[in-house]
């Protein structure tokens, strides 16, 4: 299989013992991957590991073929200007407005000038509905507009692969809809690959081409809605149905 | 007993080799004039008003506390020189890191927490920027240079200060009050200061930005880095008071033995 990202081996320990043991995962071009299991237990960190925010304790990251903490700095910074992320809690910057958080990074790292570099923040203001908010600051907007307000600024440098950290966290059920339906069609429109966390079966079912839960140090990799549905691993079993009694039970952080 | 002396050495070891990054960093990326005079001007504004005040009660105190000495000498003329020249070469350098630490470097750690815990740090590298380079640069620098000029608006402020309170306390006007300090207050006094006052901008700029960096653990974290911010500028600005004063002294009498 071709693979845009991937994980080689990877231990990472935070130095309470290893929250993720010898993991491999492979992600192609243009596919959806949703990361599920339960809190604590490294969904985000498979996220940063990517994003190159954490270094493994041993094993390798890959990036587009290339180990992207064996490059040196400014080309692992230039790998990273291919990818975009969505935290967990929007990492908005405060002190700029809404518009000003989508120019920062076409300002800093892309030579466009002003003028059009406008016309993309308006460009993405529309694309997430929020065009109207230009003006206001991140505390000023809702949770909803926030997370539509972090997608945009991920997508700001057309990455071709994007990070979602629990997009719909917080977000009322309608909300959560239309927010995954809005990372779809920037992804059709973008033809990017994406690897999302979340733990809204609904949303992650939706989402997905394939699903990976993460459970235990180990990355079970479960395969679409119905293979999901069919697996037999009792970890995924009763995490998918939200069970109270099974081999998860008393392991959430 | 071990144990805390050794965080303490590491902690300092941090912060040396977080030093050792920015100035790196400055040399093979510099950030924007832009963005070094927005940070100066906002350290100076900020912090203006409060040194200047400081300096003027500084320039009272020094007067009040020499009248004696001079009075009892009949040297009452050197009143402002010894006082200026005792601004200038320690009480000023000092207030202005004192008062920098309590506001510029509990504010400075504070924010940079709060960008480190809410995550915008992370979300600055992912976006291709550096962190060091945008954010951590510019306010190291802004605390730098923003120390001189706030050193002059203390020390400005103190002659007022010596010489309203030389007027009303000791009987001596502003013109004899001024006299004597060009006598007094000498090329190595003023060189000496400025030293004095880059060692502790120096200290001050690493700590709060290396405490604020490296912050972890939300709100908690956030607090804890104010206060070890806090903690370990007033330390080190005390400590590198001493040195500087044994360096200074060391080379003024070199200097004379080679004169």
């Known amino acids: 299989m071709q693979q845009q990202l991937a994980l080689q081996d990877v231990t990472i320990d935070f130095g309470d013992g290893p929250l993720l043991k010898n993991v491999n995962l492979a992600v192609a071009p243009g596919e959806s991957v949703v990361l599920i299991g339960p809190s604590g237990l490294g969904k985000s960190v498979v996220l940063k590991l990517f994003a190159g925010l954490l270094k493994p304790t041993s094993g390798k990251v890959l990036v587009e073929g290339k180990d992207l903490h064996a490059l040196p700095a400014h080309e692992q910074s230039a790998l990273q200007l291919r990818m975009g992320m969505l935290f967990q809690k929007n990492a908005l910057f405060d002190s700029l407005s809404v518009g000003e958080n989508i120019a920062f990074p076409m300002r800093e790292k892309t030579s466009l000038d002003e003028t059009e570099i406008q016309r993309q923040v308006d460009f993405f203001l529309e694309a997430v509905g929020i065009a109207y908010a230009a003006a206001l600051f991140p505390d000023e907007i809702s949770g909803g507009m926030q997370k539509r307000l972090g997608i945009a600024r991920a997508l700001a440098l057309r990455p071709q692969i994007v990070f979602y950290d629990d997009p719909t966290a917080g977000l009322d059920p309608i909300t959560s809809r239309r927010i995954i339906e809005l990372i779809q069609k920037l992804r059709e429109e973008q033809n990017s690959t994406i690897v999302t966390v979340t733990n809204d079966m609904a949303r992650a079912y939706q989402l997905a081409d394939r699903i990976v839960m993460v459970a235990d140090g180990e990355l079970i990799i479960t395969g679409g809605k119905a293979q999901t549905l069919a697996n037999k691993d009792p970890r995924v079993s009763q995490f998918i149905r939200g069970k109270l009694d099974g081999p998860l039970t008393g392991r959430h952080a | ?259």
């Open chain 2, 1 to 259: 007993m071990l144990k805390p002396l050794l965080n303490v050495i590491d902690d300092i070891g941090e912060c040396l080799i977080f030093l050792r990054l920015i100035l790196r960093t400055a040399y093979r990326s510099p950030c924007t004039w832009e963005s070094i005079c927005e940070q100066t001007w906002k350290v100076s504004v900020q912090s203006t008003p409060t040194t200047a005040l400081a300096g003027f009660f500084v320039g009272a105190i020094m007067t009040v506390q020499f009248t004696m000495q001079t009075k009892a000498f009949g040297a009452l003329g050197y009143l402002g020189g010894l006082s200026t020249s005792a601004t200038v070469r320690e009480v000023g350098p000092l207030l202005i890191a004192f008062l920098l630490s309590g506001k510029v470097g509990a504010y400075t750690s504070a924010e940079l927490g709060t960008m480190r815990v809410t995550e915008q740090i992370d979300a600055i590298r992912c976006l291709g920027a550096n962190p060091i380079q945008e954010i951590i640069l510019p306010r190291f620098l802004g605390i730098v240079i923003s120390s001189f000029f706030l050193l002059a608006a203390g020390l400005i402020m103190s002659i007022f200060g010596g010489m309203l309170m030389g007027s009303v306390f000791s009987g001596i006007n502003p013109e004899e009050y001024v006299r004597h300090i060009p006598t007094i207050v000498t090329q190595f006094s003023i060189g000496n200061g400025l030293f004095k006052c880059l060692v502790f901008a120096l200290i001050l700029a690493s700590v709060c930005t290396y405490k604020g960096y490296s912050a972890t653990g939300g709100a908690k974290g956030v607090g804890r880095a104010v206060v070890g911010t806090a903690v370990m500028t007033m330390v080190g600005i005390v400590v590198f008071d001493w040195f500087t004063s044994l360096l200074s002294e060391t080379a003024l009498n070199l200097f004379r033995e080679g004169v």
